[in-house]
């Protein structure tokens, strides 16, 4: 008994700690009191659609649309996701949500790893409590969405990456790169983000050429690993290794005569492409008909193409709302401007934080900033929704923490030699 209290005494609970646990309290709160007042709505057709995925593979029927034929219309990450509740009771639209607003706590805690890892606490701690009040983050998990999901297995992913690299450890290399295989289950383009870790290990970082040709083969033999049953299954039951058979669809969408950065999912197919498609023998063909409609304009319109692409990078990373596939909820002149003062000072001051932040920090971040070019150029050929973006907004934000704290450290030492003065 003496032993145990002598270890109760030692352990010392830091301010830190106390006030990571408040912001979390906070973060938490914020999102189950939205999750409350959606209850069980559902708003956007996507929710139905992973729902209804959830629903079968609970009930045996398998990966397989209404017609009982099998699909990859839809990733399989967030519907596994789903159905694991489903598994567990929890079966309505609100136990989702109350879920994901835990899940989308753990954001925040990842957020304060990742900022203490590669910064200080100081950062770490204001990344965590930004994240806690961004509204889109606090938004995000009430969406019956693959957003959430996302977001903590591309958090996770990194963090793990930066700890193998610090410890060199293998096995958090092999974690990392298996999260980013899962995280590549649930939103395909995630394939981007693991071309610019690849691109940052070998041609960034200064380790001598043979380890970096060694940690860059480990973490993609893991993500390969983890995505190659899927595609495999996909290859074996509609011929295509295709990790979602929508990716045809969304590059029509971003590239045709109607695409605009605003029109998103919202453009109608003329009578006669209509019918084609409608008569496409299985979801397969008629992805390849998407693409090979999308490659004609692109070869007959290349300014078009070229100007278009450019403009929808730049609208990926707009500060207000994108329009997104339809829902129940209506724009609103205070949705737009919470979303401007939300986004534009953590966007401008993660901005600063890259450019004044020491060499060797830059060196470790500008992963972060690699990935978000190679994100936005995938997004930029299809389409690009503001929703997309999210989960980079976390590394955004965590640059903007940094800088806030610099930026105070520097105003408390002004104060000290302006009072020595005095």
Same mark, same amino acid.
């Given at each position: 008994?003496?032993?145990?209290?002598?270890?109760?005494?030692?352990?010392?609970?830091?301010?830190?700690?106390? !006030? @990571?646990? /408040? %912001? =979390?309290?906070?973060?938490?709160? &914020? *999102?189950?009191?939205?999750?409350?007042?959606?209850?069980?709505?559902?708003?956007?057709?996507?929710?139905?659609?992973?729902?209804?995925?959830?629903?079968?593979?609970?009930?045996?029927?398998?990966?397989?649309?209404?017609?009982?034929?099998?699909?990859?219309?839809?990733?399989?990450?967030?519907?596994?996701?789903?159905?694991?509740?489903?598994?567990?009771?929890?079966?309505?639209?609100?136990?989702?949500?109350?879920?994901?607003?835990?899940?989308?706590?753990?954001?925040?805690?990842?957020?304060?790893?990742?900022?203490?890892?590669?910064?200080?606490?100081?950062?770490?701690?204001?990344?965590?409590?930004?994240?806690?009040?961004?509204?889109?983050?606090?938004?995000?998990?009430?969406?019956?969405?693959?957003?959430?999901?996302?977001?903590?297995? !591309? @958090?996770? /992913? %990194? =963090?793990?990456?930066?700890?193998? &690299? *610090?410890?060199?450890?293998?096995?958090?290399?092999?974690?990392?790169?298996?999260?980013?295989?899962?995280?590549?289950?649930?939103?395909?383009?995630?394939?981007?983000?693991?071309?610019?870790?690849?691109?940052?290990?070998?041609?960034?970082?200064?380790?001598?050429?043979?380890?970096?040709?060694?940690?860059?083969?480990?973490?993609?033999?893991?993500?390969?690993?983890?995505?190659?049953?899927?595609?495999?299954?996909?290859?074996?039951?509609?011929?295509?290794?295709?990790?979602?058979?929508?990716?045809?669809?969304?590059?029509?969408?971003?590239?045709?005569?109607?695409?605009?950065?605003?029109?998103?999912?919202?453009?109608?197919?003329?009578?006669?492409?209509?019918?084609?498609?409608?008569?496409?023998?299985?979801?397969?063909?008629?992805?390849?008909?998407?693409?090979?409609?999308?490659?004609?304009?692109?070869?007959?319109?290349?300014?078009?193409?070229?100007?278009?692409?450019?403009?929808?990078?730049?609208?990926?990373?707009?500060?207000?709302?994108?329009?997104?596939?339809?829902?129940?909820?209506?724009?609103?002149?205070?949705?737009?401007?919470?979303?401007?003062?939300?986004?534009?000072?953590?966007?401008?001051?993660?901005?600063?934080?890259?450019?004044?932040?020491?060499?060797?920090?830059?060196?470790?971040?500008?992963?972060?900033?690699?990935?978000?070019?190679?994100?936005?150029?995938?997004?930029?050929?299809?389409?690009?929704?503001?929703?997309?973006?999210?989960?980079?907004?976390?590394?955004?934000?965590?640059?903007?923490?940094?800088?806030?704290?610099?930026?105070?450290?520097?105003?408390?030492?002004?104060?000290?030699?302006?009072?020595?003065?005095?």
């Amino acid at each position: 008994m003496k032993g145990y209290l002598n270890t109760v005494i030692k352990v010392r609970v830091d301010k830190f700690s106390v !006030l @990571l646990c /408040a %912001v =979390l309290v906070i973060g938490f709160g &914020l *999102r189950l009191a939205l999750a409350l007042t959606m209850d069980n709505k559902i708003s956007w057709e996507d929710e139905s659609d992973y729902l209804d995925l959830a629903q079968k593979i609970s009930n045996g029927a398998g990966y397989v649309l209404a017609d009982g034929s099998p699909t990859a219309f839809r990733a399989p990450g967030y519907p596994a996701f789903l159905t694991l509740l489903h598994l567990g009771g929890l079966t309505s639209p609100l136990a989702v949500r109350i879920i994901q607003a835990l899940l989308a706590t753990i954001i925040i805690w990842l957020v304060y790893r990742l900022g203490s890892e590669l910064m200080n606490r100081a950062a770490g701690l204001t990344g965590a409590a930004l994240t806690a009040i961004y509204p889109y983050y606090i938004f995000m998990p009430a969406t019956l969405l693959a957003e959430t999901l996302f977001t903590t297995l !591309l @958090l996770a /992913a %990194v =963090l793990l990456f930066h700890l193998s &690299l *610090r410890t060199g450890r293998g096995k958090l290399l092999l974690g990392s790169g298996t999260l980013m295989g899962f995280a590549i289950l649930t939103r395909p383009a995630a394939w981007a983000l693991t071309g610019g870790i690849l691109f940052w290990l070998l041609f960034i970082t200064r380790y001598p050429a043979r380890q970096r040709l060694g940690l860059a083969a480990l973490f993609f033999i893991a993500v390969l690993l983890t995505v190659t049953p899927w595609m495999t299954r996909n290859y074996v039951r509609l011929g295509s290794f295709a990790l979602a058979t929508n990716g045809g669809r969304n590059f029509w969408l971003g590239n045709n005569s109607a695409a605009t950065i605003n029109s998103g999912s919202n453009i109608a197919m003329d009578a006669e492409m209509n019918r084609i498609i409608e008569n496409a023998a299985g979801e397969t063909a008629r992805e390849r008909i998407y693409y090979d409609e999308a490659f004609r304009y692109i070869q007959s319109h290349p300014r078009q193409f070229i100007v278009l692409t450019f403009s929808k990078a730049l609208a990926f990373w707009r500060w207000t709302p994108s329009p997104v596939t339809d829902n129940n909820y209506a724009r609103s002149n205070l949705m737009n401007w919470l979303s401007v003062l939300s986004v534009a000072p953590v966007f401008i001051l993660a901005v600063a934080g890259y450019i004044l932040v020491s060499a060797e920090l830059r060196s470790k971040i500008s992963l972060w900033l690699i990935m978000a070019l190679f994100y936005t150029a995938i997004h930029a050929l299809y389409i690009s929704k503001v929703r997309f973006r999210l989960p980079l907004d976390a590394f955004m934000i965590m640059a903007a923490a940094f800088t806030l704290v610099q930026a105070s450290a520097k105003l408390r030492q002004l104060v000290k030699r302006t009072a020595k003065v005095s």
